[in-house]
């Protein structure tokens, strides 16, 4: 059983599509600090660096009580210095085996530096089981996910308490999907949402589908990486490798080769040597984590909030093939307020900060005309 599981992985990428979205080094904040911020420069738009005003930052954790284990979710705070008509931004990263707060780290102090009739605070949160949170070894599903995110949006002592109605969700691949599936069912009630690179499908089942023969196959797969001696001898093998990460980042996470630098592939690679860190991937490789379970269903989710709120799609130029046709299909969708596309692969937030963060900051400026 064991050899059958690992021909069917070495057989195939374990990063496939948006499984190796990941995130940039992650400097670590202490308990609070103020941040200078100044526009990133991008070859595609060479903007000269300009001041802007000073950033609060600060980071924290919040106890997650999830059947018997409390969980502590790592999360950032970034604000800027105006008092003046707070709002708040949930940024969500996306869910791979290196998922991180610094994916969105550079969009948030981009954001929250800007002057405006708003002053935006952003709050960037880890997944339970991913980033600097906590990784125990729960049975995660999009359920648990869905919970997770309901919970800390709605509870009385969570970073997000203060956030009235006024909550934006920037959610970045299956990130975004499960906002939207949670916000169809009335268990939140997000203001807007922006769907960064939105997926549905884990790599596995985006590939070779859902038969019940490739079922039986996750099944395997899943429980060996879940495996106390042998899974972490496969994940270390197959996922926590510096040059798989690397090959696969220069391949189809960013879209320029050049910017894959060792030191980040260094730091995802220490990401995957954390306590507990082969049990999320395990579930999002072999789709136990996708929140539908097909395209007419992820275009449903986009459909049943047309009408009640404001939805931008940001799609990338240079996605997968298979991912991309999933954004794409969304270009005119129901539901869909506004799609725009950009250079990028599966992480543009994180390879071109700048370019995101001007595009999100519009979406947010076309929300508080639309509502003044």
């Given at each position: 059983?064991?050899?059958?599981?690992?021909?069917?992985?070495?057989?195939?990428?374990?990063?496939?599509?948006?499984?190796?979205?990941?995130?940039?080094?992650?400097?670590?904040?202490?308990?609070?600090?103020?941040?200078?911020?100044v526009s990133?420069?991008?070859?595609?738009?060479?903007?000269?660096?300009?001041?802007?005003?000073?950033?609060?930052?600060?980071?924290?954790?919040?106890?997650?009580?999830?059947?018997?284990?409390?969980?502590?979710?790592?999360?950032?705070?970034?604000?800027?210095?105006?008092?003046?008509?707070?709002?708040?931004?949930?940024?969500?990263?996306?869910?791979?085996?290196?998922?991180?707060?610094?994916?969105?780290?550079?969009?948030?102090?981009?954001?929250?530096?800007?002057?405006?009739?708003?002053?935006?605070?952003?709050?960037?949160?880890?997944?339970?089981g991913l980033?600097?949170?906590?990784?125990?070894?729960?049975?995660?599903?999009?359920?648990?996910?869905?919970?997770?995110?309901?919970?800390?949006?709605?509870?009385?002592?969570?970073?997000?308490?203060?956030?009235?109605?006024?909550?934006?969700?920037?959610?970045?691949?299956?990130?975004?999907?499960?906002?939207?599936?949670?916000?169809?069912?009335?268990?939140?009630?997000?203001?807007?949402?922006?769907?960064?690179?939105?997926?549905?499908?884990?790599?596995?089942?985006?590939?070779?589908?859902?038969?019940?023969?490739?079922?039986?196959?996750?099944?395997l797969l899943?429980?060996?990486?879940?495996?106390?001696?042998?899974?972490?001898?496969?994940?270390?093998?197959?996922?926590?490798?510096?040059?798989?990460?690397?090959?696969?980042?220069?391949?189809?996470?960013?879209?320029?080769?050049?910017?894959?630098?060792?030191?980040?592939?260094?730091?995802?690679?220490?990401?995957?040597?954390?306590?507990?860190?082969?049990?999320?991937?395990?579930?999002?490789?072999?789709?136990?984590?996708?929140?539908?379970?097909?395209?007419?269903?992820?275009?449903?989710?986009?459909?049943?909030?047309?009408?009640?709120?404001?939805?931008?799609?940001?799609?990338?130029?240079?996605?997968?093939?298979?991912?991309?046709?999933?954004?794409?299909?969304?270009?005119?969708?129901?539901?869909?307020?506004?799609?725009?596309?950009?250079?990028?692969?599966?992480?543009?937030?994180?390879?071109?900060?700048?370019?995101?963060?001007?595009?999100?900051?519009?979406?947010?400026?076309?929300?508080?005309?639309?509502?003044?």
């Amino acid at each position: 059983m064991a050899s059958t599981a690992t021909s069917f992985l070495l057989s195939f990428s374990p990063f496939s599509t948006s499984f190796s979205r990941s995130r940039g080094r992650l400097h670590h904040l202490r308990k609070s600090l103020t941040i200078r911020s100044v526009s990133s420069s991008l070859d595609s738009a060479k903007a000269s660096a300009i001041e802007k005003p000073s950033v609060a930052s600060k980071t924290g954790t919040w106890g997650w009580k999830f059947q018997d284990n409390s969980v502590n979710i790592y999360y950032e705070e970034h604000e800027g210095d105006r008092s003046k008509n707070s709002k708040s931004i949930l940024m969500i990263p996306t869910i791979s085996d290196v998922s991180s707060v610094e994916e969105w780290r550079e969009v948030a102090l981009d954001i929250t530096a800007r002057e405006g009739e708003v002053n935006w605070r952003a709050i960037i949160v880890d997944w339970p089981g991913l980033g600097y949170s906590d990784r125990p070894s729960i049975n995660y599903n999009a359920d648990v996910m869905e919970k997770f995110l309901v919970e800390i949006i709605n509870s009385s002592n969570s970073p997000l308490s203060h956030s009235g109605n006024d909550l934006v969700v920037f959610g970045g691949g299956h990130a975004a999907t499960i906002a939207l599936r949670a916000t169809k069912k009335g268990l939140v009630k997000p203001s807007a949402i922006a769907a960064i690179t939105p997926t549905w499908a884990g790599p596995l089942p985006i590939v070779f589908g859902r038969s019940s023969n490739m079922e039986s196959r996750y099944g395997l797969l899943r429980g060996t990486l879940r495996a106390p001696a042998l899974g972490w001898m496969m994940y270390n093998v197959l996922v926590s490798n510096e040059k798989a990460i690397e090959s696969q980042y220069k391949s189809h996470v960013y879209a320029d080769p050049q910017n894959v630098t060792p030191s980040i592939v260094e730091s995802r690679y220490a990401l995957t040597k954390r306590k507990g860190a082969r049990y999320v991937p395990a579930a999002f490789l072999t789709g136990l984590l996708d929140p539908v379970q097909s395209r007419e269903e992820f275009l449903d989710l986009f459909a049943s909030v047309d009408g009640k709120l404001p939805v931008l799609v940001v799609s990338t130029l240079s996605s997968p093939k298979r991912s991309k046709a999933e954004m794409d299909a969304l270009n005119g969708a129901k539901g869909v307020s506004k799609f725009v596309e950009l250079p990028g692969a599966l992480l543009p937030q994180e390879e071109y900060p700048a370019l995101v963060a001007e595009k999100l900051y519009k979406f947010l400026e076309e929300i508080s005309e639309s509502q003044s």
